[in-house]
């Protein structure tokens, strides 16, 4: 995780416009000057030695800054770090390279040479970008670092990369990331099972530091601890003390590898209000329902439960030396549309968790790109970001997602989040009997 900033503006108070994206990239700060455009960039180094960003090709004038993690980057040459393969991909492929990487990512590329700049996330913006392209130019991994030299900023979405000229700044050219097939034809969860094993895998794959979890009585972290157990890969589980089924949290426990262990914490997380108020970007939910008159508005992140709760957990990790941070976002969008049968569990859901046979009547759901998943991702982002925290998604994974969908509905609407309900099944891993029933 890191974080950056590219612009044509002058840069009158450096930390200020720095403040809130430093705590991302706590190892290094650098910033230089190319053809007078400024670029910034705040390293957190996770794996191998220090290599300091932006990349640059001097010989054919591109510049390239990113924040994430590139998964598949061995792929494509032998490099020292992931983002080391970025420029080397644009020149192969040009504005398309986006598409050949697998991983959680930020980019803004620059070819000055061509004159025009790319910017880009991945499938499901896991990493913030926010920019102001006009008169002046700023693209930023935190919308403050955008206000702090222009007013007006905004967020990319998920799914898109933009090509704009650099001169004019008109956009040249739009395409997605990833096109999900529709196609509702598997009659088994054994293809779904096999790429949440490897989401798994490449997520914890050359860690310097252990990674840890949120761990609950519920689906999403338990599949995750379950299957790091299989894996044997050492992590820590942090368990707030509360409403959990400690029975089912006790068997957990029990199941961890040697090189693994919990802890209970007890709920003391409204006492993290005022750290998120001063020290996490500033960030309001904006959470709607497409088939519902339930609409949220402006929450705060130092006003919700969650982001309290995710603000003790990531204080107590990083007193111990934590640096990633497996997190169960996604699951409840994209499995279960926070419901089951039609029956909608939370006022925000689309269709009840309900798919139909063609899935083309309501794909992407407003929940899929947008609503709670925006919202939930900016609480991880922005608040395990101000501890030096990266936040990896296992059910955000494009091939994880993609199996999903291509089961067929039956098989999707047979339990509630039928693919982990189904997992922890087959893996003998302890499950709420009564919350499976609550939703069943």
Same mark, same amino acid.
């Given at each position: ?9 002058? #840069? ?28 910034? !960039? ?6 191998? %030695? ?6 640059? $090709? !001097? ?10 993690? #590139? ?45 025009? +700049? ?33 007013? @007006? ?5 998920? *799914? ?18 990833? =096109?999900?097939?529709? @196609? ?5 969860? %054994? ?35 379950? &299957? ?15 409403? =959990? ?18 802890? /209970? ?8 209000? $005022?750290?998120? *108020? ?17 609409? &949220? ?27 990633? /941070? ?13 419901? +089951? ?16 046979? %063609? ?39 494009? /091939? ?41």
């Amino acid at each position: 995780m890191c974080s950056f900033l590219f612009t044509d503006q002058k #840069i009158d108070d450096f930390d200020y416009t720095n403040h809130y994206m430093k705590f991302r990239g706590p190892d290094s700060t650098n910033q230089i000057e190319v053809n007078e455009y400024t670029f910034v !960039h705040n390293l957190l180094s996770i794996t191998g %030695d220090y290599v300091e960003q932006p990349f640059i $090709n !001097h010989e054919d004038e591109i510049v390239c800054v990113y924040n994430g993690q #590139i998964y598949n980057y061995s792929e494509f040459g032998k490099y020292k770090s992931d983002g080391e393969c970025l420029i080397p991909l644009y020149q192969k492929y040009g504005d398309k390279f986006i598409q050949k990487l697998d991983g959680e990512f930020a980019i803004v590329l620059v070819d000055f040479k061509k004159k025009i +700049f790319i910017i880009s996330t991945d499938v499901f913006a896991t990493k913030p970008l926010w920019y102001s392209i006009g008169s002046s130019l700023i693209v930023a991994s935190y919308e403050s670092a955008v206000k702090s030299l222009r007013k @007006n900023a905004t967020k990319l979405d998920g *799914n898109i990369t933009r090509v704009y000229d650099l001169e004019t700044r008109d956009l040249v050219n739009e395409l997605p990331v990833y =096109e999900f097939d529709l @196609n509702q034809h598997k009659t088994s969860f %054994d293809d779904w099972n096999k790429a949440f094993e490897n989401s798994i895998k490449k997520r914890a794959f050359n860690l310097r530091e252990n990674i840890f979890i949120g761990l609950s009585s519920g689906y999403d972290s338990g599949s995750i601890s379950c &299957e790091l157990n299989k894996q044997n890969i050492p992590y820590k589980a942090y368990t707030v003390v509360g409403s =959990e089924n400690v029975d089912i949290l006790q068997k957990r426990y029990s199941m961890f590898n040697d090189n693994s262990s919990g802890e /209970y914490l007890q709920d003391n997380r409204w006492q993290y209000k $005022n750290y998120i *108020n001063n020290n996490v970007e500033e960030f309001m939910y904006r959470i709607y329902s497409s088939s519902s008159d339930y609409n &949220e508005f402006g929450l705060r992140l130092q006003d919700d439960n969650g982001s309290c709760g995710l603000s003790m957990v990531c204080d107590r990790a990083k007193s111990e030396g934590k640096k990633v /941070y497996l997190s169960g976002s996604g699951s409840d969008e994209i499995f279960s549309d926070y419901g +089951f049968n039609g029956e909608k569990k939370f006022m925000h859901s689309n269709f009840g968790g309900l798919f139909p046979e %063609d899935l083309s009547t309501i794909f992407p759901w407003a929940s899929f790109y947008g609503s709670t998943m925006v919202s939930y991702l900016a609480k991880e982002e922005y608040v395990a970001g101000s501890y030096g925290i990266e936040t990896r998604y296992p059910y955000l994974d494009k /091939y994880v997602v993609q199996e999903f969908l291509w089961l067929d509905s039956k098989l999707k609407n047979s339990k509630y989040k039928s693919v982990l309900d189904n997992y922890l099944t087959v893996s003998k891993y302890p499950l709420n009997l009564i919350l499976s029933e609550v939703f069943n």
